[in-house]
Each structure stands twice: as C-alpha cells, then as structure tokens.
C-alpha cells in the first residue's frame, strides 16, 4: 500500500501560481463543468499544479486550486490526500511503478523488482541520491494481459522481466526514452506467440 | 406516515424519518457513534445496524428511511453477532488505555463495548498510531483513540460554519484533522469535546484533573453573555472542574460557546475573599464590621443625591433590586444598570428584548443586522442564524462591520446613514417588504453611543414600515451582551426623575456633585474617572473595579449564588449554588440586606424567597421563569439626529469581555493564540 507523507514545511514552496500557459488551460478545464459545480474540476487541476512543479503537489498549490474554485482548503486537501496519484513531497525526475499485485506477480514483478532495487540501488518509496529515480510498489495498474507491468511517467512499460527492466534503468539513465509498451515486441496485447486464430487469408 | 413494525410492536411515524428514529420513538435502544440528531447522516460506523426482514443484510439504521410495512428487528440473535463483529472492528485500532483516558467513565466506545461487544478479541497484528494534532489551547488531541465517526468534522463544517477539520489519507491512514496544523478558529470549538464519543478530543485545561463520578453537578444558567445559555457545572469540593452544556431547544440547543464552557477556571483566580478597606492609599484586609463601618460613617450624613450606584454585567437581579431598594432608601436617584452607556428605556418591554426568540430566527425569512457582530456577541444566536441560513432562502442585510460571520452577508454600509437609507426604500428594503417574517437584530454596538437612541427609534420605524410587527410575530430584536441587562431594565435599574445615567454619574464625579459611587460589579468602566469619589466595589474579582475602590465587599460568583437572570429574550431564568463562594465573600443581595441595617435602612426581606416575592412586586415577569414572553407592541423612542460615525462591536477581544474570563489562564491563552483583537483567522491567513 502507498503510504504518502506530506512534506515537512522546509520544502514546501512559499507560494504556487500557475504559469500563464497553464492559466489556459485551467480556464478550459473549469469550463468543462456546468455552472455551480466548478469544484469538480479539483483533480484536473491538480494533476496540472503537480505536472508545472516537479511531479508533485505542494501545499501552497492545493491552496491555490482551492481559492480558484471556491472551494474551502480543508476539502482540497481530504481530495489530496485520498488519491496516490498525486505526489505530497519531492520525488525523482522519473517515477517507476512496479506493480505487484497477482497477474504481475504470477508472471514474475518478483523479479523486476529485484531487478529494479539492483539497478537503482534504492528499495520501494526511496529516491536515488542524484534524484533521477524514485521506486514505488503499486497495486494493480489495470493492463494485466500484459502483466508484468511497470509505470514510468506518463507510460506503461508492459511484458516487462529482469533484462527488460535493467535495460529500461539504463536508457532512462543515459537519456534516452525507451520504447513503451510490450517488451517482448507483441502488438498491444496480440498473442505472444503470433496469431491463434484468424489465420486463414480469405478472412 | 409510515407503519412500521419494530420488535414485534406496531409503530406509526412520520415519513422522512430514519429508522433508528424510528426505534427510538418505540423504545429500542440502538447504539451508535457517528449518528447525532443535529449533525448530516454519514453512516460509517455500522454500529446501528438492525435486521429488517426481506433484507439480506442486517441495515444501517441510521441512514435508512422509514417506509410502511418495514418489520425491524434490534434484538435477534444476528443483530447481537453483528453490533459484535462491528465492535471487535472498532477495538482492533482503539488502544486499551482506559485507565489513562480523560474520557473514561463518559465514554461511548467504553459503554457500548460493555453493552453489545464481546469479551475476546482475535485480532493480534500491531495496532496502529497517530500522531497528535495541534488543535489550540482548548481541544486536547489524542489521535489514536480516534474511530473515525467524523462527528467533529460534520459539526465544525455545518454548525460551526469552519472548514478546517477533515479527514485526510484513505483507509488506515485516514486521519481527522486540519492537515496544516492550526488551532481550530471557532467560538464553538469546544462542543467537539462533547460530540467526540470516544477520548481522541478531550478538554485541554480539564485534562488529568478529574473524574467524573467524583464530580457533584449542579444545572445552572450561564453568564458570559446574554443568551443565558443552560449549562452543568461539576464541581469537586469547592473547586469548579468544568462546565458543560445541558439542553435546551429554545436557547441554546445543546452547544454552548467557548467562553462558556473555559473561562471557568476564571473562578479560582484573582478572588476577592474578604473585605477591603483602603488605609493611606493601600487596600487592607478588614473584618465586615469595619468595612460596614467605614461606609456608614461615609454615608450616613450624606444627602442621597450625592451617592451613585452601578450595576456591572454580571449581576443577578436580587443583588439589583436589594441595590435598587438601598439607594432608594438612602435618597438617591443615581443608579444605573447600563454601565456601557446603551440608550435603551425600561418603560417599553419589548424595546429592549429579542422579541423574536433566539428559536424564532429559525422561522424568519429575511434578516438584518445593525451594529452588531454576534459571532462574538453571542456565538450561540449566531448559529442559529447560521442553521436558518443553511436551509436557504434567507437574505442577510448587516450594517456594521464586515466580518466573517460564518454565512453569506449583503453588507449595506457601516453607519447610520446606510440605516436611514433602508427606510428610505434603498438597499434591502426590497427584500424586507417580501419577506412574510422578516427580523432585525439591533446590537449594542449600535445603542451604547450617543446618537443610540435615536438609531433605536429609526430601527422601531423601520420594524413598523416593513411589517416586522404582525399578530403572530415580533421581528424587532435588541441583542446584548451582557447577561444582567435585561434583569437590571425590568426592575428599572435607571435613573429616577432627577437621576443621572453612568456618563452623568462619571461626570457628577469629576464636577464633585457626587461623592459616593456604589459599584455592584462593575467593571468596564473608566476607573480614572471615580479618582474623586468614594467608591465602594461589591465584586467577585479583583478587576478594575476593585483596584480603584475605597471599600471592597467579596461578592458571590455566579456560579456560587442563587441568583435570577434574565437573558436577552427576556427570559427568566434560575441559577444554583454549584459551590460555595471563597473565604467571606457572601452572596450579593445578603451584603447588601446586611449593609442596610448598618446604615439605618434596614431592608424588608431576610430570605432568598422574601427577595423573589420583592423581585415579582417590582416586575411581575420575574413570576413565570423560564418562559418566553410575549409582549404587546407599544410605540417607544424619539427621533433624534445621528452622527455619521461607524457602528463598532462593543466586543474588541471575545475571550476576555468580564471579570471570570480576564481572570481565566485559559481564556488569555486563547486570546493570544487568535490574536491581539481575538479576530480568529478569515482563512486566508495560512
């Protein structure tokens, strides 16, 4: 389970605006919802402030969101809280996700994750010490017919195994984004050992 | 309505109601943690679950509603497995430490685990722990007691009208709290306490100091402001432990103020506890006989016209009539109850009482407020306005100062001038003339000024052009602040015909037309002013009053006498002795009873009853306690010229307004931790 710790008032920032660019955006995405439930656009938002500031969200910005709407800070901040998907201290420039729940466990995650704590040199819920990476251990990410699946950034690194996983550190490590997706070259989630049915040319 | 069967008995009531409403009409007791009458239905603690047939699972009664031909059952055999399971549930997390918890032997976790839980437990991981929050110098936290019912977190957001509690994280590490940690910015924080059913929020000041089946209680009438809010006071031997709400649905529901229920420990310290007399510039320790004796050779060759007496503001009405009958006695027509100066005139009832009710807000539909802040006047007439607010459908006009009065204001200016303008059809006046019920409530603030009285008359016109006043409904309203008002103007504590009011009184002092001020309790007054005067000081606390007096009498708290109050809807109510005063401090009207023989006026009565007979002779109303009266609507004031000057709160720090809370270590904390002018923080203050 995710167990996020808010952090300590030292590396909060003092105040938190969007950048114009993201002020746009904003105003589209309260837009979406109908007179009086602007509240609804909380998450959105947040997942905005949390992309403008490192991949995660300070305080100063769960107060600003909720000003914006109208909303009182305290319930902003219970919304916050509740989702793991937003970050409440610094983290990594890359977040790696290694699911562990049974799909991914059956096809080997025990693996990947001794592979990731070998490559990274860090255990679950740690950042490495150049603040390239940090490693959490998730629940089920949804893509089990692609299990073992590992969730970097904005995507989903799937039919993942120990190699695969080094491989992925490494390029991440040298600057080079790897390949999203299956690791094992199948087409999204295609039998792996090629077509099982719908073989015949004239269909 | 709905006929439902519950254990085996045929029950009809009202639709809309829950269930567990329903069982308790017909007698079934539920239990429950997270259910309270006056908060919104949140249905997480499953502890009052019931069986209802047709149903596969046992229901949470409290958030299901009733519906005809429901058959319920509280008492079978999977009713008791469940309040069981969900028991052993709530203990897997709730620490064993009873012995150490200031909540043990009140507590509904403790009591329910006794009535419906089961002896064993199965459960043998590690618990869990919580860190303490910070919540102020008044709610003690203690976290990992906490069984989530959220009561706190539904009253601060719905009564008190602060969002600041909530509960953040998910699942076992959700936590209640305020997230940034702050003091809680209410007035009403403390009733938290109450709600809590389990001991993660006890009283700060209380805690470790009592038990309490050791406590003597004692159901009394409050004094810290006008509303006369029904309290409890425990008491151990002669020390007040604390004070508690006790319920009544016309006044103050079952909350009370911060102030109410904290300053108590104000009655420990700073007591005067035996006669003063000043010698060579230094008050000395005297016995009552010479304390009666140097005042009697000050008066007793003195014409009456050079003697004044005051009336602070937390008085009881005997001590007042016995003042009232002495100095009439003595020949002097200088006495006064207003020692703020407010220009309110005894000889129309309803002109100076909450007409309305504080009950009655709940059936107005329009509101304005002129010069008054009742968020710190009266916190408990300002959540009334609040719960009438939150049902919607209600305008609120204030003129006066902008605060954050926990609901929604159309802020129509800050003097005179904007009033004049609503009754010359301006702002507002427009919803006024709508409204079928519509109530004004005129503060001190804006009758404790020169021009008072005649922004009361506008305020009379106004009630009588807009249809304030109709067969069914008084909607004119005068809120005060101090909780011996309303007794001192029924008994016409005010100056005869020749009399003078407190800023003649001051004024004949400086000028030397008056010699002898009597202070019964007074306090906020400017004691400079006396420098001249022999002032005599009859009080419970070595406040401004007594620093300044020639003679100090040790008077009788409220908390320590029989006395009779009447709040600002002029209700009669009656306080007991929860403990007896400290050292010779004697109740007030006794000293006074004692002090008119010395002086050669004996006065007719030698029993509390012999004074109340004299009390209903002087004002019958003070013969139907407890009642909320209705008046006849009688023309009263004068129109007057009004200065332009801006309406004030009387109020400038809400936590030290008396003698009890200036004295209380409590209250002066409070009022440091929000601040120099006791304004809590608007939310935008991080």
């Known amino acids: 389970m995710i167990v996020q710790k808010t952090a300590p008032p030292d590396q909060q920032p003092s105040a938190f605006a969007f950048s114009s660019e993201n002020q746009e955006k904003a105003k589209a995405i309260i837009a979406r919802y109908p007179d009086g439930r602007q509240a609804s656009a909380i998450m959105p938002l947040f997942d905005l402030a949390q992309r403008q500031h490192d991949g995660w969200l300070p305080t100063a910005a769960m107060d600003y969101i909720a000003n914006m709407l109208g909303v009182p800070r305290m319930r902003a901040y219970e919304v916050a809280t509740f989702y793991s998907m937003y970050n409440l201290a610094p983290i990594g420039k890359y977040l790696v996700r290694v699911c562990t729940t049974t799909p991914c466990e059956l096809r080997g995650s025990n693996e990947v994750v001794a592979a990731c704590r070998e490559a990274l040199g860090i255990d679950f819920n740690q950042t490495t010490s150049d603040g390239m990476f940090t490693f959490r251990e998730v629940e089920c990410l949804g893509a089990c017919v692609n299990a073992p699946v590992v969730w970097i950034g904005d995507d989903y690194y799937e039919d993942v195994d120990a190699d695969a996983m080094r491989k992925i550190v490494a390029d991440l490590r040298a600057g080079t984004t790897p390949l999203p997706g299956s690791q094992k070259g199948r087409q999204t989630s295609a039998p792996i050992n090629g077509l099982t049915t719908l073989k015949e040319q004239s269909v | 309505m709905s006929t439902l069967n519950i254990d085996g008995n045929e029950i009809t009531v009202e639709d ?59 008492n079978s055999a999977s009713v008791k497995k469940a309040r069981e399971g969900v028991m052993e549930f709530l203990l897997i997390n709730h620490p064993l430490d009873c012995p150490i918890c200031d909540q043990g032997g009140e507590c509904d976790l403790q009591d329910q685990a006794m009535a419906f839980g089961r002896d064993r437990n199965r459960y043998i991981e590690n618990k869990r722990a919580v860190k303490d929050k910070d919540l102020g110098p008044l709610v003690k936290t203690i976290m990992t007691r906490c069984i989530h019912c959220t009561r706190c977190i539904r009253f601060a957001t719905e009564v008190a009208g602060v969002d600041e509690l909530g509960a953040t994280g998910r699942g076992e590490e959700m936590e209640v709290g305020t997230y940034v940690e702050r003091a809680l910015t209410s007035e009403l924080s403390g009733n938290i306490i109450d709600l809590c059913p389990v001991g993660a929020l006890t009283s700060k000041p209380y805690s470790f100091t009592a038990r309490s089946w050791e406590l003597r209680k004692t159901q009394t009438i409050d004094v810290m402001d006008a509303v006369g809010s029904n309290i409890r006071v425990d008491a151990r031997g002669r020390e007040i432990m604390r004070v508690l709400p006790r319920l009544n649905e016309e006044i103050n529901e079952e909350w009370i103020s911060d102030k109410t229920r904290f300053a108590c420990d104000g009655l420990q310290r700073g007591r005067l506890d035996r006669p003063y007399v000043r010698k060579d510039g230094k008050l000395v320790a005297v016995s009552w ?47 006064d109850c207003r020692q703020d100066g407010a220009k309110l005139d005894p000889k129309v009832r309803a002109s ?46 204030l003129v006066g100062e902008r605060r954050d009065l926990t ?74 602040t101090a909780a011996a008002r309303v007794g001192g103007l029924d008994l016409g504590f005010v100056p005869g015909p020749n009399g003078q009011d407190v800023n003649g009184i001051l004024a004949g002092v400086e000028s030397g037309s008056i010699e002898v001020v009597y202070l019964m309790g007074a306090d906020e007054l400017d004691m400079k002013r006396l420098q001249k005067a022999f002032v005599i000081y009859q009080g419970h606390h070595g406040d401004a009053g007594a620093a300044g007096a020639d ?11 029989a006395g009779t109050y009447v709040n600002t809807e002029g209700r009669v109510q009656r306080a007991l002795r929860a403990a007896f005063p400290p050292g010779e401090a004697r109740e007030d009207w006794a000293i006074i009873r004692a002090l008119s023989e010395r002086l050669r006026h004996q006065l007719p009565y030698d029993t509390l009853e012999q004074v109340r007979e004299r009390l209903v002779a002087v004002a019958a109303s003070f013969g139907e306690p407890d009642v909320l009266p209705v008046l006849p609507w009688k023309t009263f004031g004068m129109a007057g010229e009004t200065t332009a000057q801006p309406f004030v709160t009387p109020i400038t720090d809400f936590y030290l307004t008396n003698a009890v809370s200036r004295a209380s270590e409590t209250m002066n904390q409070c009022s440091a931790s929000y601040g120099a002018n006791g304004q809590p923080g608007t939310g935008t203050d991080g």
């Not at chain 2, 539909?365 to 959540?383: K, S, Y």
Request: with cysteine.
């Open chain 2, 16 to 74: 809309g109601l829950t269930v567990l409403q329903a069982c308790e009409i017909a007698g079934a007791e539920v239990p429950r943690f997270c259910y309270h009458d006056r908060l919104s239905i949140a249905g997480n603690c499953r502890m009052c679950l019931v069986e209802m047939e047709k149903s596969p699972k046992p229901i949470a009664s409290c958030a299901m509603p009733v519906a005809n031909g429901m058959v319920i059952y509280t």
């Open chain 2, 289 to 335: 006989a010479e304390a009666f004796e140097t005042i009697a050779n000050r008066i007793r060759s003195l014409d009456g016209a050079r003697i004044a007496a005051i009336a602070g503001d937390l008085v009881d009405a005997e001590a007042m009539v016995a003042l009232k009958d002495l100095m009439g006695a003595l020949g002097s027509q200088h006495i």
């Open chain 2, 352 to 397: 100076y009482l909450f007409n309305s009710g504080i009950a009655g807000i709940e059936d107005s539909d329009a509101l304005l407020l002129i010069g008054t802040n009742p968020r710190w006047e009266a916190p408990l007439v300002n959540a009334r306005i609040r719960k009438r607010w939150l049902v919607g459908n209600y305008l609120i006009g």
């Open chain 2, 407 to 480: 609901y929604q204001t159309d802020h129509l200016g800050a003097g005179p001038e904007s009033l004049r303008d609503i009754l010359n059809d301006g702002a507002f006046s427009d919803a006024l003339k709508k409204a079928q019920r519509p109530m004004l409530i005129v503060g001190q603030g804006a009758l404790a000024r020169p021009d008072g009285a005649a922004i009361l008359d506008m305020a009379r016109e106004l009630a009588e052009k807009y249809g304030f006043i109709t067969d069914d409904w008084n909607g004119f309203n005068v809120l005060h």
């Open chain 2, 551 to 561: 003679v100090v009498l040790p008077g009788a708290a409220y908390t320590e006498k």
